[in-house]
């Protein structure tokens, strides 16, 4: 199944097969989402040192998260999840309340079709329904089909939402086709469980990073610490690497053009000091270290918590055998991937490259060889 | 300098010598990248301050370079704090160098429907004048019974809760001894 | 705590890791609950039934920590037979005033010290906000009083306690607070479980807690429990304070308050304090056990400190110069007052109460009286561009041009660009280094209003008149620098500090201060800030190299003690409770006081102490009172004076609650402070009619996202974004019932305004079930306002002006008001709007509820 390990695939250590012979370890981010508060100091410290622009002053309606995704102008991203099931609370935080069925996928998915353009082009545009639908739990719900095409139009209320409920025989919820309004059950589907969760995303550093495979101009380029940064002196906005992100992480700046995201503070790391978001963190739910250090961290902390009852916690982009050879930002979740919006197996979209040049043969490589010859001669 | 020190100097011809045959690492480093410094690495000063929203009391390290402040970040000395800091708090350069903030005096007359432009030192001699007519036209020396009240109701005034202590003192201080005492603060509301 | 303190949390989230366990009680479920052990939503405003219900549990049980209650509360001490409780006056103590709607506190008293302690009638203490005289020291009791140490009489506080919370039960709990019984029982045999000497159990209250008409025994129930089970005085115990702004625990201990002066001294009362001695006797009660026998040293150093040569013992060290009150002149009385154009100017100094404070639109409606307006602030917020981007220029109500106040807008100085000391919520000092200079006109304040009296001073000199001495006489030389002339803020610390007037050297603790005129001290309770000429707050070793306490960063009041009331924390032979809990303790060898800390006691007086027969002062304090600043050196679990409101806590519905208070038949607190002006109209609560016109309950609170008013986070880019609109919070039970589309709009009335929000429809809200009803609440952000990159209508708005009898602080976290779907009306058909609810609620201009509450059939309870 998995291909032999190369320079494109498998696990490895990336920045001496990237020519730095003589590296530092490589440095990672965890980030255990299971003390993150969702104060979003992360998103605002890296706007701080970073000097990244304003990302728009949307409401979204999912939940506190009003950044919506990694963006071009948010290389820290709080996701909440407000989902009906149990967190570990010793008696379930709405049990013997009065309530109803909990709040539906399609409320959140609806509200997110309102949202304006941010003024970038982000790999997973903030606000879709589907990103907004995770709030609800179980997963991305495609209940929206026809809103996802045109918010607008297929959802009067959100295009007016003056109209909400004015002069209406009884409570309308949202009007749509299919979606229990909250509150209308039998009371048998009283919400007791809940749970809020939050999750600060980032970009990866991938062990394989697409972004980087695919760069013509060798903008994006793999540091001593493995890290992978764009630099900006250099990127020409061709966005080849923002299809080839299997994680929707990078993104083109609108006015500028130029593919943006995180660099794990390169700056900072050289002077030895902390990444902004790290150092901001209240509860050490963003950990920067030696990645060897943080997956050993990593992997006793989900084994604390299995002990103290929470079988869900799972680590995420942790392993070097994985789609990516692991990443350099990986999490602690209490859920699917999926229900923080993300992939549940990331591939490196180069890794067939190899397989190609093995068929291709000799002529291959030696195009290859001219194309590096090319990259050369556009980076120097 | 930390880490990268044995980093720097590498050739760059490192490409074509075999360590990085795809171009990907050392060899596409730029020069801007090579360069990069951490910018509170060549602050002018460092000043020891403590955050200014909430009463938890963060420690902060207020970066000036050229004048100007540079970057605004957590304290790890502090025992409080240990180097953290809220949205709020890591905000705080934002906060003090926001191009909304108001830097010259803005005076608006009554009836007018627009401010004006006013000299600061006018408008402190301004105010005076007014504060004491003020008193003037609201003394009150003794109540009904004769006993000394010593005081002026005719103005009054509200305090952040933001303000020093030695800034709460001085307002304080002035203020009873014109004998105004409707002084208030956030500390009420 | 997440929420508004998220770096003090990561010590919550510390504890957590080491195995506590985190009870969170809140309306709405917050980012605090997300990461708590349990969440107990509650009804808004039912916190005392929540908390007697602890206390019920924890007396029923006998779970309280026998060995110290005993010893370090007033468990023991016996009560005046002319007391009667709540309980046998449907919700009345004793000594009910209903002319002026407050108590006579002598029936209160401790046996045999009727009418010879506490404050008598409390009129005068109720307008002048005493409580608050009461942060630094308790009120005034009898040193000697009659105690039964078998805690069986039937008069002991013990005893009262246990017959005052008897019906507080989990049932009562939960038809009260919305709070099922399980949940309940899990909160109380945790708290309880964490007691004793091996273990504590900390409480800790955001200052929503203080904004309530029955705020202060909010906190009393708090106080209460904690001293139950021995929480107080030790590490990982104690009731915490989580106060919202940067310097407002120093903004009370040197206040810009109408009612006191620093160090929690009392302002002058113009019929209770006509001279010196009768003020400093009021402060120090002679015969009274603590430290406030030195009242009087304290008194005169602060008058030597303001007036200097001038101040002598002869002329009372000019005590005739401070101005007297009268009555309430708190921030509420001023803003009416302005409406009717009784004050003709006004300071804001780094405040915004267009959007901060409650009732909005009285606030812009009285600065639009004024002759005028003085704002310094980092930028023009709210309550500086009223008269032309005011809620009320749109409806008609101020019009620009025939407004006439004249508005001075001034630019403030940032935290960076001055120096000073910020005081935190734990009482800690902390000086901070400027960084840069403030730029263009921007100023401190202590540039402003240093060279603002400087010019007062210099536009009276040749005045004669006797009312200009104060200003003339008063010390105001503080050498300046730079070429702005800045003040010096060390040299006015140095002040506050205090000094040896005949040779400057600064005073390194407040032993030192005497009455005679030796000593000038700007605030007692910080001397020692300055000790040997050291700035103490400037201190910044760090944590590193120091112990936990840290002892050696910044400095605390009083005398750099971290925890107060410490002597506590051992046990009365002068032990440690446990080696666990080891913090102060007795050094027989060395006979003194040691530990981690600086010892909250007479360094050298041994545990075995016992005070002479008729000692009072210090001398009366016994080794084993650690309650130093207490009349009687004990923790109060019953207050015979200082709270005006009672000396139990009791529970009392919200003034604006849609519910019949299920406990007496006195629905709100009877001593509260209400403003009968019309243009507050409070909404009717049962047994009034039409309580049903305001159906729904709402409350307000913080976003991590945003700073109180939004004058600090509105107007910032990247804080603005993350919470970019003003939203209302609701159930989907309350979405179906009001038609309510997620990310649609809703207004809410109340009887004071109608504001617009988006609605987010959450799980996080839930209906309760109170007496058998669903009561749906509602949460809003009161961040929002007209100015700045983000605006939306300001939640206080909605909130009318009713107060807590013993800090006049208002109820701002609770109300009622109706929510309807859709966008509100705008201009002159909003007030019709509001018009209309008014006269459906039957709520004429000033309408209040009775103080005093009759039943259905409109007869007037009779004072027990």
Same mark, same amino acid.
């Given at each position: 199944m998995i291909p032999d390990p190369n320079s494109l695939y498998g696990p490895l250590d990336p920045a001496p097969d990237a020519g730095w012979s003589s590296a530092p370890p490589r440095m990672g981010f965890f980030t255990d989402t299971s003390v993150c508060i969702g104060c979003k100091a992360c998103e605002v410290a890296c706007k701080e040192w970073n000097g990244v622009p304003e990302s728009g002053l949307d409401l979204l309606g999912m939940s506190y998260d009003n950044t919506g995704a990694l963006t071009a102008n948010s290389w820290r991203h709080v996701a909440f999840i407000e989902q009906p099931r149990p967190a570990g609370h010793r008696t379930p935080p709405f049990a013997g309340t009065p309530t109803d069925a909990s709040v539906s996928a399609a409320s959140a998915a609806v509200a997110a079709g309102t949202s304006k353009r941010t003024g970038t082009d982000p790999g997973v545009p903030t606000g879709t329904p589907s990103a907004a639908a995770r709030m609800a739990g179980g997963g991305p719900v495609d209940v929206l089909g026809a809103i996802a095409a045109d918010p607008t139009a297929a959802n009067p209320i959100a295009a007016d939402p003056t109209a909400a409920g004015l002069g209406s025989a009884g409570p309308q919820f949202l009007g749509m086709p299919g979606a229990q309004p909250p509150g209308r059950g039998t009371g048998e589907e009283g919400r007791t469980d809940f749970r809020w969760l939050m999750m600060s995303d980032v970009c990866k550093h991938c062990t394989h990073a697409a972004c980087l495979d695919v760069c013509p101009t060798g903008s994006l380029f793999r540091t001593e610490f493995g890290t992978v940064v764009v630099q900006e002196d250099i990127c020409n906005g061709c966005g080849y690497c923002i299809s080839a992100c299997p994680y929707g992480v990078i993104d083109q700046r609108k006015d500028d053009g130029r593919a943006w995201k995180c660099t794990l503070c390169y700056d900072r790391l050289g002077a030895g000091m902390t990444p902004a978001c790290a150092q901001a963190c209240p509860t050490e739910s963003i950990q920067y270290g030696p990645l060897d250090e943080l997956r050993e961290r990593a992997a006793a902390r989900v084994e604390t918590l299995h002990e103290r009852g929470v079988p869900e916690a799972r680590l995420y982009g942790h392993d070097p055998n994985d789609g990516v050879g692991g990443d350099g930002a990986f999490f602690l979740l209490l859920d699917e991937p999926e229900v923080y919006g993300l992939p549940p197996d990331p591939i +490196?979209?180069? &890794?067939?490259l190899p397989k190609m040049w093995k068929r291709a043969g000799i002529a291959a490589l030696a195009m290859a060889a001219a194309t590096v010859a090319a990259f050369v001669g556009g980076s120097s | 300098m930390g880490l990268r020190t044995f980093i720097e100097g590498w050739p760059v011809y490192r490409q074509l010598t075999g360590t990085d045959p795809l171009g990907r690492g050392a060899a596409a480093q730029s020069a801007r990248s090579a360069g990069l410094t951490a910018r509170t690495e060549d602050a002018d000063s460092v000043a020891r301050s403590v955050c200014p929203y909430c009463a938890v009391g963060c420690g902060q390290r207020v970066f000036v370079r050229d004048g100007q402040v540079s970057q605004i970040e957590g304290d790890p000395d502090s025992p409080i704090s240990r180097g953290r800091l809220c949205p709020k708090g890591s905000a705080s350069k934002s906060l003090v160098t926001s191009p909304l903030r108001q830097t010259k005096v803005r005076y608006r007359r009554p009836y007018s429907t627009q401010w004006e432009d006013l000299d600061l030192d006018t408008a402190l001699d301004m105010i005076a004048d007014r504060m004491l007519a003020a008193r003037e036209q609201t003394w009150e020396d003794v109540d009904t019974q004769g006993r000394p009240l010593n005081r002026t109701l005719g103005f009054s005034s509200l305090g952040g809760a933001t303000l020093d202590n030695e800034e709460n003192y001085l307002i304080k201080k002035l203020f009873t001894a014109m004998g105004a005492l409707q002084i208030e603060n956030q500390a009420r509301i | 705590m997440a929420e508004a303190h998220p770096v003090g949390f990561q010590w919550v989230m510390e504890a957590k890791r080491k195995g506590a366990k985190v009870f969170h009680v809140d309306p709405r479920f917050t980012r605090t609950s997300a990461v708590a052990d349990s969440y107990l939503p509650i009804r808004a405003g039912t916190d005392i039934a929540l908390l007697g219900g602890v206390v019920r549990y924890i007396l029923d049980n006998e779970l309280d920590f026998r060995e110290y209650v005993l010893s370090y509360t007033n468990a023991a001490t016996i009560v005046s037979e002319d007391f009667s409780d709540t309980e046998d006056g449907d919700g009345f103590f004793s000594g009910f005033d209903p002319e002026t709607g407050?108590? +006579?506190?002598? #029936? *209160?008293?401790y046996e045999g010290n009727e009418g010879s302690s506490g404050s008598g009638h409390t009129a005068k203490e109720r307008d002048s906000a005493s409580g608050l005289e009461h942060e630094s020291h308790g009120a005034q009791v009898d040193g000697d009083t009659p105690r039964d140490e078998t805690l069986q009489h039937p008069r002991c506080v013990y005893q009262i306690l246990k017959r005052h919370f008897s019906r507080y039960t989990p049932e009562m709990v939960e038809r009260v607070c919305g709070i099922p019984q399980d949940k309940f029982l899990e909160l109380a045999e945790a708290w309880t479980r964490n007691s004793g000497r091996e273990r504590t159990g900390m409480l800790i209250y955001s200052v929503g807690w203080t904004q309530h008409s029955v705020g202060v025994q909010y906190i009393r129930t708090g106080a209460i429990i904690q001293l139950l089970l021995g929480n107080m005085g030790r590490p990982g115990g104690g009731v915490m304070a989580l106060r919202g702004h940067a310097s407002i625990q120093g903004s009370t201990d040197i206040p810009t308050l109408f009612n006191l002066l620093p160090g929690y001294l009392p302002m002058p009362h113009h019929a209770d304090h006509p001279t010196f001695d009768e003020w400093v006797d009021s402060i120090r009660h002679p015969g009274q056990k603590g430290f406030w026998g030195n009242a009087g040293s304290f008194a005169a150093s602060l008058l030597k400190a303001y007036w200097g040569d001038a101040a002598t013992p002869e002329n009372d060290f000019c005590y005739g110069y401070l101005p007297r009150m009268t009555g309430d002149h708190g921030t509420y009385q001023q803003v009416l007052n302005m409406i009717d154009g009784k004050i003709k100017g006004y300071f804001l100094l780094g405040q915004n109460p267009a959007v901060g404070s409650a009732h909005g639109r009285a606030q812009r409606l009285g600065m639009a009286n004024l002759d005028w307006l003085v704002v310094r602030d980092l930028f023009e917020i709210e309550s500086a561009t009223f008269w032309k981007n005011g809620p009320e220029v749109a409806t008609g109500e101020i019009v620009p041009e025939e407004c006439r106040t004249e508005v001075f807008f001034l630019p403030a100085a940032s935290h960076v660009e001055k120096e000073g000391t910020f005081t935190q919520t734990q009482r800690l000092l902390q000086w901070r280094e400027k960084a840069v200079e403030p730029p263009g006109d921007a100023r401190s304040e202590l540039w402003f209003f240093y060279h603002l009296g400087r010019r007062l001073r210099e536009k009276l000199a040749? #005045?004669? /008149? !006797? &009312? @200009?001495r104060a200003l003339l006489d008063l010390t105001w030389d503080y050498p300046t620098h730079g070429p702005r002339a800045e003040p010096s803020a060390e040299s006015v610390l140095r002040e506050i500090n205090g000094y040896d007037v005949a040779t400057g050297r600064p005073l390194s603790s407040f032993a030192e201060a005497r009455a005679d005129g030796s000593t000038a001290i700007g605030c007692w309770i910080y001397t020692g800030v300055y000790a040997d000429g050291v700035n103490q707050a400037a201190r910044r070793k760090s944590r590193h190299e120091q112990d936990w306490v840290a002892a050696e960063w910044g400095w605390a009041w009083p005398a750099n003690r971290?925890? /107060?009331?410490? &002597? =506590? #924390? =051992?046990? !009365? @032979?002068?032990? !440690? *409770? #446990?080696e666990r809990k080891r913090y102060i303790w007795w050094d027989a060898e060395k006979g003194e006081w040691t530990g981690h800390d600086v010892p909250d006691f007479e360094k050298t007086k041994p545990p075995s102490y016992r005070p002479p027969p008729g000692a009072s002062g210090t001398e009366g304090i016994a080794g084993d009172d650690p309650f130093i600043m207490q009349g009687d050196g004990k923790g109060w679990l019953y207050a015979p004076s200082g709270v005006l409101d009672g000396p139990l806590p009791t529970h009392y519905e919200p003034v604006e609650s849609p519910v019949r208070n299920p406990l007496y038949g006195q629905q709100a607190n009877p001593t509260r402070k209400m403003y009968a002006h019309p243009v507050n109209s409070v909404n009717p609560s049962p047994p009034e009619g039409h309580s049903q016109v305001f159906p729904y309950v709402f409350t307000v609170s913080r976003l991590t996202e945003h700073h109180t008013a939004g004058g600090m986070s509105r107007t910032v880019s990247p804080l603005a974004e993350l919470q970019p609109e003003m939203f209302v919070e609701v159930s989907p039970e309350l979405a179906v019932e009001r038609g309510l589309a997620h990310l649609g709009w809703a207004h809410l009335v109340s009887g004071r305004a109608v504001i617009e929000a988006r609605v987010l429809v959450t799980d996080r809200l839930t209906p309760l079930r109170i007496e058998g009803r669903l009561i749906h609440q509602v949460w809003l952000p009161y961040h929002f306002g007209f100015e700045g990159l983000v605006t939306g209508d300001s939640a206080n708005d909605l909130f009318g002006i009713s107060l807590d009898p013993n800090v006049l602080i208002q109820e701002s976290k609770v109300g009622t008001c109706d929510v309807r779907p859709g966008r509100r009306p705008t201009g002159p058909a909003l007030l019709d709007l509001v018009a209309d609810y008014q006269r459906r609620a039957g709520i004429g201009p000033g309408h209040n509820a009775p103080a005093v509450t009759t039943d259905s059939e409109g007869r007037e309870r009779s004072d027990s």
């Amino acid at each position: 199944m998995i291909p032999d390990p190369n320079s494109l695939y498998g696990p490895l250590d990336p920045a001496p097969d990237a020519g730095w012979s003589s590296a530092p370890p490589r440095m990672g981010f965890f980030t255990d989402t299971s003390v993150c508060i969702g104060c979003k100091a992360c998103e605002v410290a890296c706007k701080e040192w970073n000097g990244v622009p304003e990302s728009g002053l949307d409401l979204l309606g999912m939940s506190y998260d009003n950044t919506g995704a990694l963006t071009a102008n948010s290389w820290r991203h709080v996701a909440f999840i407000e989902q009906p099931r149990p967190a570990g609370h010793r008696t379930p935080p709405f049990a013997g309340t009065p309530t109803d069925a909990s709040v539906s996928a399609a409320s959140a998915a609806v509200a997110a079709g309102t949202s304006k353009r941010t003024g970038t082009d982000p790999g997973v545009p903030t606000g879709t329904p589907s990103a907004a639908a995770r709030m609800a739990g179980g997963g991305p719900v495609d209940v929206l089909g026809a809103i996802a095409a045109d918010p607008t139009a297929a959802n009067p209320i959100a295009a007016d939402p003056t109209a909400a409920g004015l002069g209406s025989a009884g409570p309308q919820f949202l009007g749509m086709p299919g979606a229990q309004p909250p509150g209308r059950g039998t009371g048998e589907e009283g919400r007791t469980d809940f749970r809020w969760l939050m999750m600060s995303d980032v970009c990866k550093h991938c062990t394989h990073a697409a972004c980087l495979d695919v760069c013509p101009t060798g903008s994006l380029f793999r540091t001593e610490f493995g890290t992978v940064v764009v630099q900006e002196d250099i990127c020409n906005g061709c966005g080849y690497c923002i299809s080839a992100c299997p994680y929707g992480v990078i993104d083109q700046r609108k006015d500028d053009g130029r593919a943006w995201k995180c660099t794990l503070c390169y700056d900072r790391l050289g002077a030895g000091m902390t990444p902004a978001c790290a150092q901001a963190c209240p509860t050490e739910s963003i950990q920067y270290g030696p990645l060897d250090e943080l997956r050993e961290r990593a992997a006793a902390r989900v084994e604390t918590l299995h002990e103290r009852g929470v079988p869900e916690a799972r680590l995420y982009g942790h392993d070097p055998n994985d789609g990516v050879g692991g990443d350099g930002a990986f999490f602690l979740l209490l859920d699917e991937p999926e229900v923080y919006g993300l992939p549940p197996d990331p591939i +490196v979209t180069t &890794r067939d490259l190899p397989k190609m040049w093995k068929r291709a043969g000799i002529a291959a490589l030696a195009m290859a060889a001219a194309t590096v010859a090319a990259f050369v001669g556009g980076s120097s | 300098m930390g880490l990268r020190t044995f980093i720097e100097g590498w050739p760059v011809y490192r490409q074509l010598t075999g360590t990085d045959p795809l171009g990907r690492g050392a060899a596409a480093q730029s020069a801007r990248s090579a360069g990069l410094t951490a910018r509170t690495e060549d602050a002018d000063s460092v000043a020891r301050s403590v955050c200014p929203y909430c009463a938890v009391g963060c420690g902060q390290r207020v970066f000036v370079r050229d004048g100007q402040v540079s970057q605004i970040e957590g304290d790890p000395d502090s025992p409080i704090s240990r180097g953290r800091l809220c949205p709020k708090g890591s905000a705080s350069k934002s906060l003090v160098t926001s191009p909304l903030r108001q830097t010259k005096v803005r005076y608006r007359r009554p009836y007018s429907t627009q401010w004006e432009d006013l000299d600061l030192d006018t408008a402190l001699d301004m105010i005076a004048d007014r504060m004491l007519a003020a008193r003037e036209q609201t003394w009150e020396d003794v109540d009904t019974q004769g006993r000394p009240l010593n005081r002026t109701l005719g103005f009054s005034s509200l305090g952040g809760a933001t303000l020093d202590n030695e800034e709460n003192y001085l307002i304080k201080k002035l203020f009873t001894a014109m004998g105004a005492l409707q002084i208030e603060n956030q500390a009420r509301i | 705590m997440a929420e508004a303190h998220p770096v003090g949390f990561q010590w919550v989230m510390e504890a957590k890791r080491k195995g506590a366990k985190v009870f969170h009680v809140d309306p709405r479920f917050t980012r605090t609950s997300a990461v708590a052990d349990s969440y107990l939503p509650i009804r808004a405003g039912t916190d005392i039934a929540l908390l007697g219900g602890v206390v019920r549990y924890i007396l029923d049980n006998e779970l309280d920590f026998r060995e110290y209650v005993l010893s370090y509360t007033n468990a023991a001490t016996i009560v005046s037979e002319d007391f009667s409780d709540t309980e046998d006056g449907d919700g009345f103590f004793s000594g009910f005033d209903p002319e002026t709607g407050t108590y +006579v506190q002598d #029936s *209160w008293q401790y046996e045999g010290n009727e009418g010879s302690s506490g404050s008598g009638h409390t009129a005068k203490e109720r307008d002048s906000a005493s409580g608050l005289e009461h942060e630094s020291h308790g009120a005034q009791v009898d040193g000697d009083t009659p105690r039964d140490e078998t805690l069986q009489h039937p008069r002991c506080v013990y005893q009262i306690l246990k017959r005052h919370f008897s019906r507080y039960t989990p049932e009562m709990v939960e038809r009260v607070c919305g709070i099922p019984q399980d949940k309940f029982l899990e909160l109380a045999e945790a708290w309880t479980r964490n007691s004793g000497r091996e273990r504590t159990g900390m409480l800790i209250y955001s200052v929503g807690w203080t904004q309530h008409s029955v705020g202060v025994q909010y906190i009393r129930t708090g106080a209460i429990i904690q001293l139950l089970l021995g929480n107080m005085g030790r590490p990982g115990g104690g009731v915490m304070a989580l106060r919202g702004h940067a310097s407002i625990q120093g903004s009370t201990d040197i206040p810009t308050l109408f009612n006191l002066l620093p160090g929690y001294l009392p302002m002058p009362h113009h019929a209770d304090h006509p001279t010196f001695d009768e003020w400093v006797d009021s402060i120090r009660h002679p015969g009274q056990k603590g430290f406030w026998g030195n009242a009087g040293s304290f008194a005169a150093s602060l008058l030597k400190a303001y007036w200097g040569d001038a101040a002598t013992p002869e002329n009372d060290f000019c005590y005739g110069y401070l101005p007297r009150m009268t009555g309430d002149h708190g921030t509420y009385q001023q803003v009416l007052n302005m409406i009717d154009g009784k004050i003709k100017g006004y300071f804001l100094l780094g405040q915004n109460p267009a959007v901060g404070s409650a009732h909005g639109r009285a606030q812009r409606l009285g600065m639009a009286n004024l002759d005028w307006l003085v704002v310094r602030d980092l930028f023009e917020i709210e309550s500086a561009t009223f008269w032309k981007n005011g809620p009320e220029v749109a409806t008609g109500e101020i019009v620009p041009e025939e407004c006439r106040t004249e508005v001075f807008f001034l630019p403030a100085a940032s935290h960076v660009e001055k120096e000073g000391t910020f005081t935190q919520t734990q009482r800690l000092l902390q000086w901070r280094e400027k960084a840069v200079e403030p730029p263009g006109d921007a100023r401190s304040e202590l540039w402003f209003f240093y060279h603002l009296g400087r010019r007062l001073r210099e536009k009276l000199a040749d #005045s004669k /008149l !006797p &009312r @200009d001495r104060a200003l003339l006489d008063l010390t105001w030389d503080y050498p300046t620098h730079g070429p702005r002339a800045e003040p010096s803020a060390e040299s006015v610390l140095r002040e506050i500090n205090g000094y040896d007037v005949a040779t400057g050297r600064p005073l390194s603790s407040f032993a030192e201060a005497r009455a005679d005129g030796s000593t000038a001290i700007g605030c007692w309770i910080y001397t020692g800030v300055y000790a040997d000429g050291v700035n103490q707050a400037a201190r910044r070793k760090s944590r590193h190299e120091q112990d936990w306490v840290a002892a050696e960063w910044g400095w605390a009041w009083p005398a750099n003690r971290r925890i /107060l009331y410490n &002597r =506590a #924390s =051992a046990d !009365p @032979d002068g032990n !440690p *409770w #446990s080696e666990r809990k080891r913090y102060i303790w007795w050094d027989a060898e060395k006979g003194e006081w040691t530990g981690h800390d600086v010892p909250d006691f007479e360094k050298t007086k041994p545990p075995s102490y016992r005070p002479p027969p008729g000692a009072s002062g210090t001398e009366g304090i016994a080794g084993d009172d650690p309650f130093i600043m207490q009349g009687d050196g004990k923790g109060w679990l019953y207050a015979p004076s200082g709270v005006l409101d009672g000396p139990l806590p009791t529970h009392y519905e919200p003034v604006e609650s849609p519910v019949r208070n299920p406990l007496y038949g006195q629905q709100a607190n009877p001593t509260r402070k209400m403003y009968a002006h019309p243009v507050n109209s409070v909404n009717p609560s049962p047994p009034e009619g039409h309580s049903q016109v305001f159906p729904y309950v709402f409350t307000v609170s913080r976003l991590t996202e945003h700073h109180t008013a939004g004058g600090m986070s509105r107007t910032v880019s990247p804080l603005a974004e993350l919470q970019p609109e003003m939203f209302v919070e609701v159930s989907p039970e309350l979405a179906v019932e009001r038609g309510l589309a997620h990310l649609g709009w809703a207004h809410l009335v109340s009887g004071r305004a109608v504001i617009e929000a988006r609605v987010l429809v959450t799980d996080r809200l839930t209906p309760l079930r109170i007496e058998g009803r669903l009561i749906h609440q509602v949460w809003l952000p009161y961040h929002f306002g007209f100015e700045g990159l983000v605006t939306g209508d300001s939640a206080n708005d909605l909130f009318g002006i009713s107060l807590d009898p013993n800090v006049l602080i208002q109820e701002s976290k609770v109300g009622t008001c109706d929510v309807r779907p859709g966008r509100r009306p705008t201009g002159p058909a909003l007030l019709d709007l509001v018009a209309d609810y008014q006269r459906r609620a039957g709520i004429g201009p000033g309408h209040n509820a009775p103080a005093v509450t009759t039943d259905s059939e409109g007869r007037e309870r009779s004072d027990s």
